[in-house]
């Protein structure tokens, strides 16, 4: 059973634009998702990218031209720019973490908490709002209460970041085979689709 590295940031629209297909995609290969959530931020400072302030104002226009694109190509409500964005991821991937480390489907969670910002403007960062992410997800918030510590689970998280800087990651989402063959963005799933159609 091949295992997809899934190096992502529930702040990313192209990580939630991707996320239903690649589990689809998963599923009908027989293929495992490994879910890593990784802090962008450092993984720029290393590799020479900026955060969408930074950024030129050519290439954010371009950003918001290609969103609109993939929003119509998916069907998707997605809000352009959403009220809560960037929202603080610290306590969704603590409650995504706890969801993995329990074994429960955290790659479903991470898509639902992703909806909240993306199609229900919510702040992902209030409880009550993760809290209904993980109804949708059919996530038992009581089954992950008592889990690692907040400091476990930070070391976690960088450690997931140093992972992705070692394994040369630079933009969210990643999906890397155990090859170390990578695909870079939502656009690329058909390619990971046909390598996992064909592992040779």
């Not at 104002?57 to 031209?65: E, H, S, V």
Request: proline fraction near 6%; include cysteine; charged fraction near 25%.
């Amino acid at each position: 059973m091949t295992t997809i590295d899934y190096y992502m940031s529930l702040n990313s629209p192209w990580t939630y634009l991707g996320s239903r297909r690649l589990r689809d995609m998963a599923a009908k290969h027989g293929a495992t998702i490994d879910i890593k959530p990784t802090k962008f931020g450092a993984v720029f400072e290393k590799t020479g990218g900026l955060p969408l302030a930074k950024r030129a104002p050519a290439r954010r226009d371009y950003r918001m031209q290609e969103l609109k694109r993939w929003r119509a190509f998916h069907g998707r409500l997605l809000t352009l720019e959403p009220k809560f964005f960037p929202a603080d991821e610290g306590p969704a991937v603590r409650l995504l973490l706890r969801a993995k480390l329990a074994g429960l489907d955290a790659v479903r969670l991470s898509t639902e908490i992703s909806c909240a910002q993306w199609e229900l403007e919510q702040n992902f960062a209030d409880p009550a709002v993760l809290a209904a992410a993980a109804a949708r997800a059919g996530i038992d918030m009581a089954k992950i209460d008592h889990g690692p510590s907040d400091g476990d689970l930070a070391a976690l998280h960088d450690g997931y970041t140093s992972e992705a800087i070692a394994n040369g990651v630079f933009g969210a989402p990643t999906y890397r085979l155990p090859s170390g063959e990578f695909f870079w963005g939502q656009d690329r799933l058909d390619f990971l689709e046909r390598a996992l159609a064909s592992p040779a």
